[in-house]
């Protein structure tokens, strides 16, 4: 007998099943290395990363993009293998291999067969202890990062995130690209990165993560082995980066005088992520923009259709980030839109968030979460982010606990202390002839130029 299906509307969700983040070990090597095994059965893969204390908030002052520069060329040359030597390893061995820096720290990855695991952590202990940093690979990364940073002139969104990092941080690390600055590339010499590496690239302060299908007492054995004897003091924690205080709000204009849209951004600093307080306004965030339903971006993008999408995001650093509101709109409705956002952020402290959209934004978050731990890769960027911010095993047990349980009284609370209106910096990348009238009402205006490209004419 066929059973006729009702498809005239939705079958009702079952009951979430419980969550528990994977099961993993943590412990400490002699040599204070932390360790995080995330055994994973079933694909005969492994995945490891080195996380090592050496990211661009430890840049001196005047050496913006160092820690980048650093990281970029552990994999060009070891006092083993040279670096095409290196990349021919990594090729027989089907492998993947990369290294890079972000403001917390450095990274070497490599991901490969599970058969193949003594031979990928030999691998990060040679990248991370013995690099040779060759001249000839130092000057051609400075001058892919100086080609890189020349392109990004004609980048609205990165010119945006460039110039509220400088309003914001002014004179401190967070003030720069992780790339560094059209001043500071050429500057770069291989004493500077020797001497960042010896600094700061040690094992107390470090944390190596496996995850795949290995046994957890082979792995312990072979980090031992190739880590074990790796000694040094460890690296002095990293200062607090403090933003200058901000007195009002205030709009910056990057002039693009034949763009045909504004990249606009409303920002002001934000939180550690190791605030007490980040996983409740993680939840605030997603309700006013952090998902596609947000009040942001129902509000700019379908009310009003002054842009295709718009977001905002509390960005996560081991001092205080920023937090940012994003758009790329219509350049005769920028103002229109600031303002629209600025009311939401006003609405958010004014009034309490209605139940049934705490709800939704409580089950988006709750449910979306489990999802991000499909793959091995996603288990170990959570538990970098424990390694990073030195967070208990439970963190992301109680994240959920926490956003499940929060009121509205406890956002509206979170909401009238840390969003800032009235103290927001206001971005505009685009022909300030437009925009300064649109935008002058809601703040003391400046007006900057793109400076032109090195060797360009005046």
């Not at 450095?106 to 690099?131: C, F, K, N, Y």
């Not at 000057?139 to 980048?155: H, N």
């Amino acid at each position: 007998m066929t059973v006729a299906l009702d498809r005239s509307s939705p079958p009702k969700a079952g009951r979430p099943a419980p969550f528990h983040f994977p099961r993993f070990e943590r412990f400490r090597l002699d040599n204070g290395l932390e360790v995080f095994l995330a055994p994973r059965q079933g694909v005969p893969t492994i995945e490891l990363s080195l996380l090592l204390p050496a990211g661009a908030e430890r840049n001196p002052r005047d050496r913006p993009g160092l820690a980048t520069l650093t990281a970029a060329l552990l994999d060009e040359g070891s006092l083993r293998r040279t670096g095409p030597e290196i990349a021919a390893t990594i090729e027989r061995l089907g492998a993947r291999l990369a290294t890079r820096a972000d403001w917390n720290g450095a990274q070497i990855e490599v991901d490969l067969l599970a058969r193949d695991l003594a031979t990928g952590v030999e691998l990060l202990a040679e990248l991370a202890r013995e690099p040779q940093f060759p001249d000839h690979e130092l000057e051609r990364l400075r001058r892919q990062a100086m080609t890189e940073l020349i392109r990004r002139r004609d980048q609205p969104a990165l010119l945006a995130e460039e110039a509220l990092a400088r309003a914001l941080y002014f004179d401190t690390p967070y003030e720069h690209l992780l790339l560094g600055s059209e001043q500071s590339v050429p500057t770069l010499a291989r004493a500077d990165v020797v001497e960042f590496h010896r600094s700061w690239y040690r094992p107390a302060g470090a944390a190596v993560l496996i995850g795949g299908d290995f046994e957890p007492a082979a792995a312990r054995a072979m980090l031992e082995r190739s880590l074990g004897d790796w000694r040094d003091l460890p690296a002095a924690p990293p200062s607090e980066i403090l933003a200058p205080r901000r007195d009002g709000r205030s709009v910056l204009i990057v002039d693009r005088p034949r763009a045909a849209q504004t990249e606009l951004r409303l920002a002001h600093v934000g939180i550690r992520r190791d605030h007490p307080q980040r996983n409740r306004l993680a939840l605030l965030n997603a309700l006013l923009g952090g998902k596609f339903t947000s009040r942001i971006n129902l509000n700019l993008r379908e009310r009003h259709g002054f842009t295709y999408g718009a977001s905002s995001r509390f960005v996560e650093r081991r001092s205080a980030g920023p937090f940012v509101v994003g758009a790329a709109v219509a350049n005769q409705v920028a103002g229109a839109a600031a303002r629209e956002v600025l009311a939401e952020l006003d609405r958010l402290r004014r009034e309490p968030v209605a139940d049934d959209e705490l709800a939704e934004t409580q089950s988006y978050l709750v449910g979306v979460f489990p999802y991000t731990l499909q793959t091995t890769g996603g288990v170990l960027s959570r538990l970098q982010e424990l390694a990073t911010y030195g967070l208990p095993n439970d963190t992301f047990d109680r994240a959920l606990d926490e956003i499940a349980a929060a009121s509205p009284r406890d956002l509206l609370r979170l909401a009238n202390d840390f969003i800032r209106p009235e103290e927001i910096l206001i971005v505009a990348v685009g022909p300030a002839e437009q925009l300064r009238p649109q935008l002058g009402e809601l703040g003391p205006v400046e007006v900057v130029e793109i400076a032109p490209a090195p060797g360009a004419p005046a």
